[in-house]
């Protein structure tokens, strides 16, 4: 019996099926959640997050968040989170340089807007780090989650 998985991010569904297991990148390190997994409640890192199912996997970038676990669903409610698939890695690479050019500047009096672009220098990276690395062992449609492009 899968666990049914579900991944929120602000502003829409980026992924709902079933896995036969999830890795998080929770803040103490990476977790598999399997079926009938004991509740648990946890924060989330950014990094990359796992959905095996039926020896397929699809990979999804989470920049922070929360993972409620069940033992019959996980639901991750991420700040940003997006399948490796959708990831324009040109704009990607845009917003790294003019995060940088930013930073470089030195810290501004407004501390919130430098630490946003810190976050948006993280998030960069780790959105292209993951397009070169997961996007080779990828096909496009592997699972039956909700396509790119594709809100519920």
Do not use: W
Request: proline residues 7%.
């Amino acid at each position: 019996m899968p666990i049914r998985c579900e991944i929120v991010s602000q502003d829409r569904m980026v992924f709902e099926g079933d896995a036969d297991i999830v890795i998080v990148p929770g803040e103490i390190g990476q977790m598999g959640i399997l079926p009938n997994h004991a509740p648990l409640l946890t924060t989330l890192k950014f990094g990359v997050l796992t959905v095996r199912y039926q020896g397929q996997e699809e990979y999804f970038t989470v920049a922070g968040g929360v993972a409620e676990i069940q033992p019959e669903i996980i639901t991750v409610m991420a700040d940003a989170a997006e399948n490796v698939r959708e990831i324009d890695v040109s704009r990607a690479e845009s917003a790294r340089r003019r995060a940088e050019e930013y930073l470089l500047k030195g810290p501004p009096p407004d501390t919130d807007a430098y630490l946003a672009m810190e976050a948006a220098l993280k998030r960069s990276n780790l959105r292209l780090e993951a397009a070169r690395r997961f996007r080779r062992s990828q096909q496009p449609g592997q699972m039956s989650g909700i396509k790119p492009g594709e809100d519920k």
